[in-house]
Structures are given as C-alpha cells and as structure tokens.
Nanobody
Framework: QVQLVESGGGTVQAGGSLRLSCAAS????????IGWFRQAPGKEREFVAA????????AYADSVKGRFTISRNNAKNTVYLQMNSLKPEDTALYYC???????????????RGRGTQVTVSS
C-alpha cells in the first residue's frame, strides 16, 4: 500500500510560482504512474499532469501546458509540480495520486493523498 502526502501549497499573487511535492511511502513507488489532480469548490476534479515511472512520458492538461512542470525523483520517492505564471483560476485543492491511462484520459487509481491548498489572488 502506498501512502502519499502533499506539501508546498499556499497563497500567492497572480503571476507567482509554487512548487508542490508529493512524498510517497510504502509500496514500490518507482513502478507507478503518478499524477496531479485538482478540485475547486463547486467544480469537478480535474486532471493536471502525470508522469510515467521512467519519467520519459509526461502529460499535461491544456490549461496548464507551458506553465506547470511535473517531475519525479524515484530515489527520494517524491513527485513535484512546479507551477509558474499562476492564475486565479488555478486556485484549488491539489492532490497527487497513482494514475492509470485509459485511452487518452488519465485517471486517479488506487492511492491518493489528502491534498494541499493553492490559492492565487488577483
């Protein structure tokens, strides 16, 4: 069983940056696809970014392409989400999860963290 714990959220002004971390314990972290998802109040959960275990394949939602970068350090059992040029519409609870690709859709699978809040002020 994999436990995932996010950190790095906070409040930032529009145009600013944050770096989220997702620390994993238990299981074989290096064998999982890991993704970031977000959910704003009153909205459905949204895929943000995902990465294969080998780090050779990444995917991003169109809304964050060119601004967010996902990376992972398997030796440290950690996945990161570097978020630049943040916009108020990026405000949400961000969480990481093991992830499965169904066709062209990335979906959270068995394990997810509790999330870290990101608030972007205008």
């Amino acid at each position: 069983q994999v436990q995932l714990v996010e950190s790095g959220g906070g409040t930032v002004q529009a145009g600013g940056s944050l770096r989220l971390s997702c620390a994993a314990s238990g299981g074989t972290f290096s064998s999982y696809n890991i993704g970031w998802f977000r959910q704003a109040p009153g909205k459905e959960r949204e895929f943000v970014a995902a990465m294969r275990p080998s780090s050779t394949i990444t995917a991003y939602a169109d809304s964050v392409k060119g601004r967010f970068t996902i990376s992972r350090n398997n030796a440290k059992n950690t996945v990161y989400l570097q978020m630049n040029s943040l916009k108020p519409e990026d405000t949400a609870l961000y969480y990481c999860a093991t992830t499965v690709l169904y066709g062209s859709t990335w979906r959270a699978s068995d394990y997810r963290g509790r999330g870290t809040q990101v608030t972007v002020s205008s």
